[in-house]
């Protein structure tokens, strides 16, 4: 009895972790979903205004290129006004923090 108590009490583990691994894999899918679908929808809002204002196909496959030349380029750059919990800093600590930041760069 004690070894059918032991098996069911795994098994019911096993169910806790593997529920658990399937909600996180699904949670990622769905951020990822949303991420794509405002790109795909800033993408159709571009095409739509260059179509609306009668802009030639030539131009406008050259807009929709660089568009997304810079947004392939920034997916990796993470910017100052992307982080929002650094406005919470206070101007003391921001200054530091933008000095550090820049300073390489400015040396070089």
């Not at 131009?59 to 993470?78: A, T």
């Not at 200054?95 to 400015?106: A, G, H």
């Amino acid at each position: 009895i004690h070894e059918r108590l032991f098996a069911v009490c795994v098994l019911i583990f096993a169910l806790l972790v593997f529920s658990s691994f399937l909600s996180s894999i699904t949670a990622s899918m769905t951020q990822l979903r949303q991420m794509s679908w405002k790109f795909d929808k800033n993408l159709a809002l571009l095409r739509k205004y260059l179509r609306m204002h009668a802009i030639s196909p030539a131009l406008s496959i050259r807009v929709l290129r660089y568009v997304e030349y810079k947004i392939e380029k920034n997916s990796g750059e993470v910017r100052e006004s992307d982080v929002c919990l650094l406005k919470l800093l206070s101007s003391q600590l921001h200054m530091e923090l933008v000095q550090e930041t820049y300073e390489p760069r400015l040396a070089a």
